[in-house]
Protein backbone atom coordinates (compact mmCIF):
# COMPACT_ATOMS: atom_id res chain seq x y z
CA UNK A 1 0.00 0.00 0.00
CA UNK A 2 1.21 3.51 -0.35
CA UNK A 3 2.10 5.68 2.44
CA UNK A 4 0.77 9.50 2.40
CA UNK A 5 1.92 11.46 5.34
CA UNK A 6 2.55 8.99 7.77
CA UNK A 7 -0.70 7.22 6.79
CA UNK A 8 -0.58 3.94 5.45
CA UNK A 9 -3.47 4.60 3.02
CA UNK A 10 -6.25 1.81 2.16
CA UNK A 11 -8.62 3.66 0.02
CA UNK A 12 -9.70 6.42 -1.44
CA UNK A 13 -12.84 8.08 -2.80
CA UNK A 14 -13.78 11.04 -4.80
CA UNK A 15 -16.79 12.38 -5.80
CA UNK A 16 -19.40 15.02 -6.51
CA UNK A 17 -20.43 16.16 -3.32
CA UNK A 18 -23.96 15.61 -3.56
CA UNK A 19 -26.15 12.98 -0.83
CA UNK A 20 -27.20 10.86 -3.44
CA UNK A 21 -23.05 9.67 -3.39
CA UNK A 22 -23.09 8.74 0.26
CA UNK A 23 -23.03 5.32 0.14
CA UNK A 24 -20.59 5.34 -2.45
CA UNK A 25 -18.25 7.13 0.25
CA UNK A 26 -19.33 5.07 3.46
CA UNK A 27 -19.08 1.81 1.82
CA UNK A 28 -15.04 2.17 1.68
CA UNK A 29 -14.93 2.85 4.92
CA UNK A 30 -17.04 0.77 6.29
CA UNK A 31 -15.28 -2.04 4.53
CA UNK A 32 -11.79 -0.31 5.71
CA UNK A 33 -12.68 -0.48 8.89
CA UNK A 34 -13.77 -4.23 8.81
CA UNK A 35 -10.68 -5.08 7.17
CA UNK A 36 -9.20 -3.73 9.86
CA UNK A 37 -10.44 -6.01 12.73
CA UNK A 38 -12.85 -3.09 14.00
CA UNK A 39 -15.93 -4.24 15.71
CA UNK A 40 -19.65 -3.91 14.21
CA UNK A 41 -19.90 -1.39 17.39
CA UNK A 42 -16.67 0.41 16.24
CA UNK A 43 -17.80 0.55 12.74
CA UNK A 44 -21.12 2.08 13.48
CA UNK A 45 -19.55 4.97 15.31
CA UNK A 46 -17.05 5.50 12.52
CA UNK A 47 -20.17 5.19 10.05
CA UNK A 48 -21.76 8.16 11.90
CA UNK A 49 -19.32 10.26 12.26
CA UNK A 50 -18.49 9.93 8.46
CA UNK A 51 -22.00 10.49 7.55
CA UNK A 52 -22.47 13.56 9.64
CA UNK A 53 -18.94 15.14 8.30
CA UNK A 54 -20.15 13.84 4.38
CA UNK A 55 -23.37 15.75 5.03
CA UNK A 56 -22.17 19.30 6.45
CA UNK A 57 -19.58 19.26 3.03
CA UNK A 58 -22.61 17.91 0.68
CA UNK A 59 -24.82 20.91 2.31
CA UNK A 60 -22.90 23.74 3.40
CA UNK A 61 -19.09 23.48 1.28
CA UNK A 62 -20.04 24.94 -1.82
CA UNK A 63 -22.19 27.99 -2.56
CA UNK A 64 -23.32 27.21 -5.59
CA UNK A 65 -24.04 23.60 -4.43
CA UNK A 66 -21.31 21.84 -7.57
CA UNK A 67 -18.18 20.63 -6.25
CA UNK A 68 -16.57 18.00 -5.11
CA UNK A 69 -15.37 15.52 -2.15
CA UNK A 70 -12.75 13.37 -1.51
CA UNK A 71 -12.28 10.21 1.50
CA UNK A 72 -9.30 8.98 2.46
CA UNK A 73 -8.91 5.71 4.61
CA UNK A 74 -5.74 4.62 5.88
CA UNK A 75 -3.87 3.70 9.13
CA UNK A 76 -1.85 5.90 11.05
CA UNK A 77 1.56 5.37 12.80
CA UNK A 78 0.00 4.03 16.01
CA UNK A 79 -2.34 1.65 13.63
CA UNK A 80 -5.78 4.03 14.16
CA UNK A 81 -7.99 4.00 11.66
CA UNK A 82 -7.77 7.61 10.33
CA UNK A 83 -10.09 9.52 7.50
CA UNK A 84 -9.39 12.87 6.04
CA UNK A 85 -12.51 14.34 4.67
CA UNK A 86 -11.15 16.93 1.78
CA UNK A 87 -13.24 19.39 0.22
CA UNK A 88 -12.50 22.89 -1.98
CA UNK A 89 -15.73 24.58 -0.91
CA UNK A 90 -15.40 27.85 0.93
CA UNK A 91 -13.16 27.62 4.17
CA UNK A 92 -14.99 26.65 6.81
CA UNK A 93 -12.92 25.21 10.58
CA UNK A 94 -15.38 23.17 12.44
CA UNK A 95 -13.51 22.89 15.41
CA UNK A 96 -13.29 26.60 16.08
CA UNK A 97 -16.67 26.52 16.73
CA UNK A 98 -17.24 26.53 20.95
CA UNK A 99 -19.40 23.39 21.48
CA UNK A 100 -23.18 23.64 22.21
CA UNK A 101 -24.21 23.94 25.60
CA UNK A 102 -26.35 20.42 25.95
CA UNK A 103 -27.41 21.08 29.18
CA UNK A 104 -29.67 24.27 28.06
CA UNK A 105 -33.09 23.76 27.77
CA UNK A 106 -33.68 23.26 23.94
CA UNK A 107 -35.49 26.34 23.76
CA UNK A 108 -32.73 28.33 24.55
CA UNK A 109 -30.11 26.42 22.48
CA UNK A 110 -28.83 27.92 19.23
CA UNK A 111 -29.23 25.45 16.24
CA UNK A 112 -26.54 23.52 14.62
CA UNK A 113 -23.23 22.43 16.32
CA UNK A 114 -24.38 19.31 17.86
CA UNK A 115 -23.01 17.46 14.36
CA UNK A 116 -19.78 18.71 15.41
CA UNK A 117 -19.85 18.07 18.85
CA UNK A 118 -21.18 14.01 17.92
CA UNK A 119 -17.88 13.19 15.60
CA UNK A 120 -15.51 14.80 17.84
CA UNK A 121 -17.29 12.29 20.60
CA UNK A 122 -16.87 9.25 18.58
CA UNK A 123 -13.36 9.79 17.51
CA UNK A 124 -10.19 9.83 19.18
CA UNK A 125 -8.51 12.72 17.45
CA UNK A 126 -10.19 14.96 15.11
CA UNK A 127 -7.75 17.52 12.96
CA UNK A 128 -8.61 20.72 10.66
CA UNK A 129 -6.12 22.43 8.23
CA UNK A 130 -6.68 24.62 5.53
CA UNK A 131 -4.14 23.68 2.42
CA UNK A 132 -4.26 25.83 -0.52
CA UNK A 133 -8.21 26.02 -1.39
CA UNK A 134 -8.65 22.53 0.12
CA UNK A 135 -10.29 22.17 3.84
CA UNK A 136 -9.12 18.67 5.27
CA UNK A 137 -10.90 17.36 8.62
CA UNK A 138 -9.43 14.43 9.82
CA UNK A 139 -10.91 11.77 12.42
CA UNK A 140 -8.46 9.04 13.72
CA UNK A 141 -10.00 6.28 15.97
CA UNK A 142 -8.67 2.81 17.49
CA UNK A 143 -9.28 -0.23 16.93
Request: hydrophobic share 35%.
Amino acid sequence: MKTYKSVKLLSQANLPADLENLPAFLNPIKRCAREQGFTPEKIARIELAAEEILVNIFHYAYSDNSGYAQVTCGLDQEDRLTLAFEDGGIPFDPLSRKDPDITADIQDRPIGGLGVLLFKELMDDVHYRREGDKNILTISISS
